[in-house]
């Protein structure tokens, strides 16, 4: 198809004028994709790192069916309904001690943005004026504003950074004493410090230790600074635990999103603990919580949400994860001098290569041996819908390495 056929789109992350011709799908079932012209490709992202279940999932289908027939949606200003006061009492539950209190909206960006707006009032109706926040080197929290100044990821946000751009405190990950050296100089104008705890998506795949975050937890308790885990990547088994967050680690406020509703409808939710929330309940309309998104606690995507997690649970998906894991260590076996590193954790596995040029020509070079698959920058990963079959994920890592050993083998 003509790319000018498709001109009406503006496709995301994409100069437009020297965009390739995006594939057209027609269906998805499973782990695969079908396209229109009859070819069919394992999907190895889950589009965007969702889809957790792959595509048409009967049961999540029929979850959506049977609540829209009774309603697609209603307003949550003033009036409730089933399966959004199911999904934060299941959501209640699974998290981490008292990570009780769910504020849904319609995506990770604006998640963030609720868990930003949060921290800044919390203090505020503390009486304190707390603005600034602390984060990752290379972390991405979201193209939205807010979510965009705390991240620093230039190859997205680039037109955006300047003067006017208040400054944040940027971190290294691992590096303990670099945070308490923060902590100690600026907490007093410090709301928060928000991580993509463990796996930095968008930035890179980079992994961080669980002592770190442990570490931190104490800090941000020592100098009062609220701990707030962007976990709309990592959670829901990516990392291979449900979250990063556990009774071990509990942040202050949690933001989940991606996969809450298996992939299906764009939803986050931002967790916030009883110290949090109790800030914002008292006889004052000022102390009050002032945001609501139009579809927060969507229906539909509450009823995916609530039957993702069920046959997450049941067909025990952290077992797969850790299957899904021993294969990606594969990716660890794979030679080329322009490899600088390997990382995998949970179900997610990534290239880094020292030369993009060698990533030239591999998103055709799957699509030819039926894989959808999308490089960025210097990374090439592997992010699978957890149904993935031990053959299929085989193939795709061997794929991999026959394009690094072999197709590429002399590209130095
Ligand atoms: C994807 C992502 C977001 C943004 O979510 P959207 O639904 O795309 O707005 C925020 N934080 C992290 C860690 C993400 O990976």
Request: hydrophobic share 40%; aromatic share 12%; glycine share 8%.
């Amino acid at each position: 198809m003509e790319v000018s056929k498709l001109e009406n789109i503006w496709f995301p992350y994409t100069q437009m004028k020297t965009m390739t011709t995006p594939i057209q799908i027609e269906k998805g079932e499973g782990v695969y994709l079908y396209t229109n012209d009859g070819d069919k490709l394992i999907d190895t992202v889950s589009s965007w790192w969702c889809a957790i279940h792959g595509y048409n999932n009967i049961e999540i289908n029929n979850a959506i069916k049977d609540q829209i027939d009774k309603m697609s949606h209603i307003m949550l200003g003033g009036l409730v309904h089933q399966p959004v006061m199911e999904l934060s009492k299941k959501l209640s539950a699974i998290l981490p001690g008292d990570l009780n209190h769910c504020f849904f909206s319609d995506s990770g960006s604006v998640g963030v943005e609720v868990a930003l707006k949060m921290a800044v009032q919390y203090f505020n109706n503390s009486g304190e004026k707390r603005t600034k926040f602390i984060s990752f080197i290379d972390s991405y929290h979201g193209d939205t504003w807010k979510a965009m100044e705390v991240g620093d990821d230039p190859d997205y946000h680039k037109a955006f950074k300047g003067d006017d751009i208040p400054a944040n405190f940027y971190v290294e990950p691992d590096n303990i004493d670099e945070l308490e050296d923060i902590l100690k100089k600026h907490s007093a104008e410090i709301a928060g410090f928000i991580v993509e705890p463990i796996l930095q998506g968008a930035g890179g795949f980079k992994i961080h230790s669980r002592e770190y975050l442990k570490n931190a937890r104490k800090l941000c308790d020592r100098y009062g600074v609220l701990f707030i885990f962007d976990e709309v990547a990592t959670g829901f088994g990516r990392t291979g635990d449900l979250f990063v967050a556990s009774e071990d680690l509990i942040p202050d406020i949690i933001v989940l999103g991606k996969a809450l509703t298996g992939g299906y409808l764009g939803h986050a939710v931002t967790v916030a603990t009883d110290e949090i929330y109790d800030k914002f309940y008292s006889d004052s309309p000022e102390d009050a919580f002032m945001h609501g998104p139009t579809f927060m606690g969507n229906p539909l995507a509450c009823a995916a949400g609530l039957k993702s997690i069920e046959i997450f649970q049941r067909e025990d998906y952290l077992s797969k994860i850790k299957k899904i894991e021993s294969t990606l260590m594969k990716l660890k076996e794979i030679d080329h001098p322009l490899i600088k590193e390997v990382r995998v954790i949970g179900g997610c596995g990534c290239i880094e290569v020292t030369d993009n040029k060698i990533l030239k020509g591999f998103k055709e070079y799957c699509f030819s041996k039926g894989i959808w698959n999308r490089t960025f920058l210097n990374f090439a990963y592997i992010m699978p819908p957890y149904i993935i079959s031990s053959d299929e994920l085989n193939y795709v890592v061997e794929t991999f390495k026959t394009w690094f050993e072999q197709e590429q083998k002399d590209v130095l």
